[in-house]
């Protein structure tokens, strides 16, 4: 159907020229008319043209779309010069799967953002190579973890950790290993996974990136959460009759005369009485707090100003700093920066850490606080920073463990308080400290918008 008008048309003219011919050869056997060849000889080659043209125009349409496919322009129309004529149908296919090719084209586009959309958010870095050690694409989530802006080649993350190239390279199907990278001063296990598969005939390993400090961090905090329930239910119940039992016989001895029991003995009893009774009040009033902190499982968030919670803070210090000699500095950019979460909680977290600065700065001559808050990679950073003891590298890995302290007088609530505040808000908690050097504790939070 779509070519049976080309080849009726081709069939005519080439009947008319054949008869064309015919007549002319007639003429010229009988005693010639020079008019008569002129004109016959003129319609001839107007026929042979007008086939020429009427052949080349399809050829001419067909590949100037051949062409536009070639360049990727799914654009071209094809328009017949006449509604009727014999090239209609055929313009009418030709259009018909452009606009099938333009179709398709769209929906490959929406497949490839929609892909891209979801590879960009998961929370798992990825990372694809070539076997050469091009880097064929990474996620942003790969870019956080590996600290990079832009990675072309796997030898770069040798800087990282040593042989991580190798490491990747060796790796098998299906194979995992972990690996300790060293990210801004702060240590932390990378999980690593790898798949191999071909595209556009071509080997590519895909390597799949973890933290699994967090994950680790998540499933801990709930542990401890277990345990601190059950022992606020052991504690509190065994606690509260001696407290009791206590305060009856401090009671039953104030009814008791002195003279009665020896004078020496009544003070003893008594003393002892109510020391029992005020160590079982003060760990019950301990065991209250880390319930307490247990509890907390949301909180309200609202927009605050940071640098207004951080005036408000180092206000409550200020007599500190001025009793002993410690200069506080703070640096905020840029001015007005905003973080999502709630003032009320994070402000007892930066009481905390600027607390255990101020203890750091004992019998330190270069007595300095540094507090800076600013962007950084898409978060919110804030980081607190003190000149003094520092803290030993076997403490280092416990400092966040509930009722680790190393402090004499010190219940081990402050900093695993703090990182479980830092935590609902979505953000995290690292310190980095060298004794003789002091401590930095830095806060990511995710930034807003």
């Known amino acids: 159907m779509v070519f049976r008008r080309f080849y009726l048309q081709v069939i005519i003219r080439v009947l008319l020229i054949l008869v064309n011919c015919l007549w002319l050869a007639i003429e010229m056997d009988a005693p010639p008319n020079i008019y008569t060849l002129i004109v016959l000889g003129s319609v001839l080659i107007i026929q042979v043209l007008l086939l020429i043209r009427y052949v080349n125009r399809t050829n001419r349409e067909l590949s100037r779309f051949f062409v536009s496919l070639q360049d990727q322009d799914s654009s071209f129309s094809l328009v017949p010069g006449d509604r009727t004529g014999s090239f209609r149908e055929l313009a009418q296919v030709i259009n018909e799967t452009r606009q099938l090719i333009q179709d398709t084209r769209i929906d490959k586009e929406k497949q490839y953002r929609y892909l891209q959309f979801i590879i960009s958010h998961i929370d798992i870095g990825l990372l694809s190579f070539k076997p050469d050690g091009e880097v064929v694409h990474y996620n942003r989530a790969a870019q ?103 305060h009856a016989i401090d009671r039953s001895l104030m009814e008791i005369p002195p003279e009665k029991i020896e004078g020496g003995v009544f003070n003893d009893i008594q003393s002892n009485t109510r020391l029992i009774e005020q160590r079982s009040t003060s760990l019950m009033d301990f065991v209250r707090k880390y319930r307490d902190i247990a509890r907390i499982d949301e909180i309200a968030k609202d927009t605050i100003d940071l640098k207004k919670i951080i005036d408000e803070v180092t206000g409550i210090f200020r007599d500190d700093f001025k009793k002993k000699y410690i200069q506080c500095k703070v640096t905020i950019e840029p001015m007005g920066l905003l973080l999502n979460g709630d003032g009320n909680l994070l402000k ?98 995710p930034l807003i918008g």
């Open 144 to 246: 956080q973890l590996l600290d990079i802006n832009e990675l072309r080649l796997l030898k770069t993350l040798n800087t990282l950790h040593p042989g991580f190239e190798k490491t990747l390279r060796t790796l098998k199907p299906g194979q995992s290993k972990i690996l300790t990278i060293t990210q801004k001063a702060v240590q932390f296990p990378l999980l690593i996974k790898m798949t191999e598969f071909l595209f556009d005939n071509e080997s590519l390993k895909l390597i799949s990136l973890q933290d699994l400090q967090t994950e680790l961090d998540e499933q801990e905090l709930i542990s401890w959460k277990r345990l601190i329930r059950a022992l606020n239910h052991e504690v509190m119940n065994s606690l509260t009759p001696i407290r009791t039992l206590s």
């Open 348 to 445: 007892q977290v930066l009481i905390n850490l600027i607390k255990n600065a101020i203890e750091a700065l004992q019998d330190i001559k270069n007595r300095e606080i540094d507090i800076s808050a600013f962007i950084q990679d898409n978060q919110v950073s804030i980081i607190i920073r003190d000149y003094g003891r520092g803290i030993p590298s076997e403490h280092l890995d416990d400092i966040f463990t509930p009722f680790f302290s190393t402090k004499k007088d010190g219940s081990g609530i402050g900093l695993s308080f703090s990182k479980h505040i830092i935590r609902l808000h979505g953000g995290t908690m690292s310190v980095w400290s060298q004794p003789g050097q002091g401590t930095t504790v830095t806060l990511k939070f």
